[in-house]
């Protein structure tokens, strides 16, 4: 089946087809595209891993969606797993703006600039964002001193950055289309009379959002290139810095940030006592060690503890709906380079296919179907079960469906404090979550391999699937 991944861009048109990413490079822009490829420095970066590997496709493939006589063909490398910039947390969504300026200014030293400013040309390979869009790399005009993509920037990076650091709204909200974002008088609306008072928001929203009713009421002209190229390369070039500069602060402001309660859930879980955690630690290690797995998705991972324990063997996705607990998760694995690659999203709810006809984007279950032999579901299935209200032969069809050969599941009794309080006394709704109807529609679908009871109540299984 092929999927239309990108077709907006008058200058190429990218496919996906039997594991193959062909973009299609207009002939309008094969000879400029070309030489932008062959120059050096554009290969410095594809060999630093910057820009997505990039080369000539080998035969006639076919995959190119409306290909025209004379376009060229280009092959580019596989990104491990793709995640969407509504499935970003805000520490991801800093260091992608902050690479794409830093990428900018790089570009400028030597005579290149990127024509487009948006998340949706980024992917993250782990915690590394990697720009995927290299067609969106063109050469600088002379004379030009203001980036021309520099009000996308601010919609699909900057302002939703202030929007969540400020106002607390998610990434997610503010990207459902990563090439519009947010624009100013939005956001100036959202955080309403107080944003006067600050002069950082004065600046960055009051003012832009001013700006643009009065410029949208006369005609736009395109400024003139200035008669010195040295000069408006300077100016050029202070402008991204002052934007790179408000990034890194907004980034700061994340990283200091707390409040969540998943964010301290492995200091202040009270239904584990120490050995419980010990032994639930142990356990994750023998599977482990018995199932090997490549790709592991830990599904509500929390702060990633057992996401950065199966890293160690494989590569792996995070999922966790709160931000806050993704931001660690990114934080914590960059720095431990453990490669765990962190995405918000709720499996309840699982992020569908957006954009033009709802095919420009995958949904997650068509990206994770089949793709995990080990999926973890770690005090999980309860809420689930008691808050989203998901029969438990359901989460279960779900688990057969994400894994291709093995689950590592915890079952909580309905006794348990955690299920009391997400229960609500309510116990009757909930009799398939009892043990022996949990154990039993589990064998339906999967061979029980290992079984560890904890000395909680909790117990942990290891199945195979059907």
């Known amino acids: ?111 290149y600039a990127l024509k487009d400013a948006t998340p949706a040309n980024i992917l993250f390979d782990a915690t590394t964002p990697v720009l995927v869009d290299v067609p969106s790399i063109v050469p600088r005009q002379t004379g030009t001193y203001i980036w021309t993509a520099q009000d996308q920037f601010e919609r699909t990076f900057l ?3 202030i929007a969540n650091v400020e106002a607390g709204i998610p990434i997610s909200w503010s990207l459902q289309d990563p090439v519009r974002g947010i624009d100013h008088e939005t956001l ?14 004065l600046r ?12 949208s009421e006369s005609p736009h002209r395109a400024p003139k290139p200035m008669a010195r190229d040295g000069q408006a390369k300077f100016v050029l070039q202070r402008s991204l810095e002052a934007s790179l500069k408000k990034v890194r602060k ?58 950065r324990a199966a890293a160690s063997v494989a590569r792996v996705v995070a999922l966790d709906s709160d931000e806050a607990a993704a931001n660690r998760i990114f934080f914590e694995s960059g720095r431990d380079r453990s490669g765990v690659l962190p995405m918000v999203g709720d499996i309840a709810r ?23 032999d080990l999926v973890l579901l770690l005090a999980v299935i309860h809420h689930l079960r008691a808050t989203s209200g998901i029969p438990m032969e359901r989460i279960l069809d ?10 590592l599941i915890e079952h909580v009794p309905l006794s348990d404090p955690m299920f009391q309080r997400l229960s609500r006394g309510r116990d ?26 904890l000395a909680n109540g909790r117990t942990l299984y290891l199945a195979a699937r059907r």
């Open 204 to 215: 960055s929203v009051v003012v832009p959002a001013m700006l643009t009713r009065r410029m």
């Open 398 to 407: 779900l688990a057969r469906e994400l894994t291709s050969d093995h689950v």
């Open 1 to 111: 089946m092929s999927a239309l991944a990108s077709f907006r861009d008058p200058d190429a048109r990218l496919s996906i087809e039997g594991g193959r990413v062909i973009r299609t490079v207009r002939p309008g822009a094969v000879e400029r595209f070309a030489r932008t490829l062959a120059d050096p420095f554009i290969q410095s970066l594809l060999a630093s891993g910057k820009l997505v590997g990039t080369r000539l496709a080998e035969s006639e493939t076919g995959t190119a969606v409306g290909a025209d006589a004379g376009a060229v063909e280009y092959e580019h490398d596989l990104i491990p797993f793709v995640t969407y910039p509504n499935e970003w947390s805000p520490a991801m969504l800093a260091s992608a703006a902050e690479f794409v300026l830093s990428l900018n200014l790089d570009l400028l030293e030597h005579g």
């Open 350 to 372: 699982p992020t569908p296919g957006y954009g033009w006809h709802n095919e420009e984007t995958a949904a997650f279950l068509e990206r994770a179907k089949g793709r995990f």
């Open 159 to 161: 302002l939703p950055l």
């Open 250 to 307: 907004l980034a700061r402001a994340i990283e200091k940030r707390s409040g969540s309660m998943w964010q301290e859930y492995t200091r202040t879980r009270s239904h584990y006592a120490d050995a419980d955690v010990a032994d639930k630690h142990a356990f994750v290690a023998q599977v482990l060690e018995r199932v090997t797995p490549r790709w592991v998705l830990d599904v509500g991972a929390n702060t990633g503890e057992f996401s």
């Open 188 to 201: 100036a609306r959202v955080l309403g009379a107080g944003s006067w008072l600050k002069p950082s928001l």
């Open 428 to 453: 009757e709704l909930f009799a398939d979550a009892e043990k022996p109807a949990f154990e039993a529609e589990l064998e339906r679908r999967f061979v029980i391999g290992l079984v560890r009871p």
